[in-house]
């Protein structure tokens, strides 16, 4: 319409030239405009993707992944035992640990890989004391991450203990600030004396024993931390 308008009253030259002016004018505003409506197309998609990318990691941790997820105290350490319903071989577990359930620490890091028949532990050596709080996350390749619930675990200081006279004749005298189980064996294994001793200061007769070298065994029963220590025993 543009175009003929400006046909009226002139000739077949200026017509041609006219137009193929108005041609290259108004196809690259054409491609200018195709270029803006790309380019709001693309943001529009990127301030969208934040919000889909969350709704997707949510429905994704609400999923039952992990079968389940233990942590048990065993001889004043942490054993962290968990299995997993679908995991790739390169994916990563990465455990972390928290003494107030609310900042974690990463404590390892896992290959997936490595679980035998989809059960994974690991051991932790140095728990400290009071509430201590586990969890573990998976991450992969794709980016995307699922975090187990949080697991914690009481774990008790180590009971002080003593004993003495060391070597002994008869009475042994033990002190603990936790109740213990006392064993005592010698070199092959072979249990000569056992009895359970309330925390403070103990006496325990141990005339029944022969002389010669034993191992004393005390195993913290708030604990279950086993300490073992050289006891002899004269006439």
Same mark, same amino acid.
């Given at each position: 319409?543009? &175009?003929?308008?400006?046909?009226?009253?002139?000739?077949?030259?200026?017509?041609?030239?006219? &137009? =193929?002016?108005?041609?290259?004018?108004?196809?690259?505003?054409?491609?200018?405009?195709?270029?803006?409506?790309?380019?709001?197309? &693309?943001?529009?998609?990127?301030?969208?993707?934040?919000?889909?990318?969350?709704?997707?990691?949510?429905?994704?941790?609400? @999923?039952?992944?992990?079968?389940?997820?233990?942590?048990?105290? /065993?001889?004043?350490?942490?054993?962290?035992?968990?299995?997993?319903?679908?995991? *790739?071989? %390169?994916?990563?577990?990465?455990?972390?640990? =928290?003494?107030?359930?609310?900042?974690? @620490?990463?404590?390892?890091?896992?290959?997936?890989?490595? !679980?035998?028949? =989809?059960?994974?532990?690991?051991?932790?050596?140095?728990?400290? $004391?009071?509430?201590?709080?586990?969890?573990?996350?998976?991450? !992969?390749?794709?980016? *995307?991450?699922? &975090?187990?619930?949080?697991?914690?675990?009481?774990? $008790?200081?180590?009971? #002080?203990?003593?004993?003495?006279?060391?070597?002994?004749?008869?009475?042994?005298? +033990?002190?603990?600030?936790?109740?213990?189980?006392?064993?005592?064996?010698?070199?092959? !294994?072979?249990?000569?004396?056992?009895? #359970?001793?309330?925390?403070?200061?103990? +006496?325990?007769?141990? =005339?029944?024993? /022969?002389?010669?070298?034993?191992?004393? *065994?005390?195993?913290?029963?708030?604990?279950?931390?086993?300490?073992? %220590?050289?006891?002899?025993?004269?006439?």
């Amino acid at each position: 319409m543009y &175009c003929y308008e400006k046909w009226i009253g002139v000739g077949m030259g200026e017509r041609h030239g006219f &137009c =193929s002016q108005v041609i290259h004018i108004y196809y690259p505003m054409k491609e200018l405009q195709l270029w803006l409506a790309s380019a709001l197309f &693309c943001c529009a998609l990127m301030a969208q993707s934040p919000d889909e990318s969350l709704v997707s990691a949510v429905q994704a941790e609400s @999923n039952p992944v992990f079968s389940f997820f233990t942590v048990m105290a /065993q001889n004043g350490h942490a054993v962290l035992r968990w299995s997993v319903s679908s995991v *790739k071989p %390169e994916d990563f577990f990465i455990v972390e640990k =928290s003494s107030d359930a609310l900042h974690f @620490n990463m404590l390892s890091a896992m290959d997936a890989s490595l !679980g035998m028949d =989809s059960v994974f532990s690991l051991e932790d050596n140095s728990v400290g $004391a009071g509430t201590v709080s586990y969890r573990i996350r998976i991450t !992969g390749k794709d980016g *995307k991450e699922l &975090c187990s619930k949080t697991v914690n675990m009481n774990s $008790a200081t180590a009971a #002080d203990f003593k004993f003495y006279p060391n070597p002994v004749d008869k009475l042994l005298i +033990i002190r603990s600030s936790h109740p213990l189980t006392i064993q005592v064996t010698d070199a092959n !294994g072979m249990v000569w004396f056992g009895q #359970d001793v309330e925390a403070g200061m103990q +006496i325990v007769n141990v =005339s029944v024993l /022969q002389k010669g070298n034993y191992i004393l *065994k005390a195993t913290d029963k708030a604990t279950n931390t086993v300490i073992s %220590e050289q006891l002899v025993k004269n006439n």
